[in-house]
């Protein structure tokens, strides 16, 4: 039988349903990155806030603390370089049924590590003991971070149109979504057994694609949309910056799917189209360029791919 997200307990469609209600009377939410205009000035602060997933559920599993911070921090850093936002400040939440100082000792330690690699301040956060609302050994994680950007200067993808080109920059693993999914087709002890692989921390790309913006985007916006691919993963993800009668095209053989994402999906026996919607299988960003730029752009970045490109036709993502 197929293993699917939704058969491992994640709905992502209920997911976008919430986002469509709320998006009713709340119209600012639903980017990357929350936009609010600081009053005289020439910015506006860009926000996000993120969890690390039941990814932790392994780092339980393996007794592996040191690196789900960093999860954290990239799950919400970039998002934010997905507007283009320079990230500023971050804050945590951390909690758990009985404080093990060790234990939380090693997972701020990430946290701080995280912010080092993008470039932003852990200023503050809360640790907060629920007894009886965890089990013993666990806790769960929330990020906020903050960041900036000139007034104008947003990439929101409304720029994107036929002809433009899709470029993947690599992942450095799963990252940290799809881990009910990982966790439903893997046994205790294949989870085990690539423990090291499935908790190789989330890849932060902040500073080559803020590094990248400063040098495409200088003179005109040759860089007109960016998704972070996480939950939904390449078809909701890349759909929520597209503009109307804007569609793309995905090629999968253009580039090399990691082994461990062909082993999750043999052994879970998962279709295509649920396997590209729940996990990044090897790209963890997108990058939708101008086609007399997508040269440049890729040679920026190093294992960068040209995996598709833009159609004028029904708003979508198509892998073919």
């Not at 200023?123 to 009886?132: L, N, Q, R, S, Y």
Request: proline content about 2%; hydrophobic content about 40%; some cysteine.
């Amino acid at each position: 039988m197929a293993v699917t997200y939704k058969s491992a307990g994640v709905n992502i469609d209920a997911g976008n349903e919430l986002v469509k209600r709320l998006k009713k009377k709340l119209t600012k939410i639903g980017g990357f990155g929350g936009l609010f205009p600081v009053l005289d000035t020439k910015y506006n602060l860009v926000s996000s806030t993120d969890g690390v997933g039941t990814k932790l559920k392994l780092a339980f599993l393996a007794n592996k603390h040191d690196t789900v911070g960093i999860d954290l921090v990239a799950m919400n850093v970039n998002d934010l370089i997905c507007v283009g936002a320079k990230p500023l400040f971050f804050l945590d939440y951390f909690a758990c049924g009985k404080l093990n100082v060790g234990q939380a000792e090693k997972v701020i330690k990430g946290i701080a590590k995280g912010c080092e690699i993008s470039g932003s301040v852990l200023i503050g956060g809360e640790t907060a003991e629920m007894p009886g609302f965890y089990k013993d050994g666990e806790y769960d994680l929330a990020g906020f971070s903050v960041g900036i950007i000139e007034k104008g200067k947003e990439i929101t993808g409304k720029n994107i149109k036929d002809g433009d080109v899709v470029i993947g920059l690599p992942s450095s693993g799963a990252h940290s979504n799809g881990y009910s999914l990982i966790r439903k087709v893997f046994s205790e002890e294949e989870l085990k057994k690539y423990s090291k692989q499935l908790l190789t921390p989330t890849k932060i790309y902040v500073k080559e694609v803020l590094a990248a913006i400063a040098k495409f985007n200088a003179k005109k916006q040759n860089i007109t949309g960016i998704a972070h691919i996480t939950g939904g993963s390449f078809y909701d993800k890349i759909e929520r910056i597209l503009p109307e009668n804007a569609r793309v095209i995905i090629e999968k053989n253009s580039w090399k799917v990691p082994e461990i994402f062909k082993i999750i999906q043999k052994k879970g026996n998962v279709l295509d189209k649920d396997i590209y919607r729940t996990l990044n299988m090897g790209v963890g960003m997108v990058l939708i360029v101008r086609p007399e730029a997508a040269v440049g752009v890729k040679r920026f970045f190093k294992g960068a791919k040209a995996i598709g490109y833009v159609k004028k036709a029904k708003k979508g993502v198509e892998l073919i």
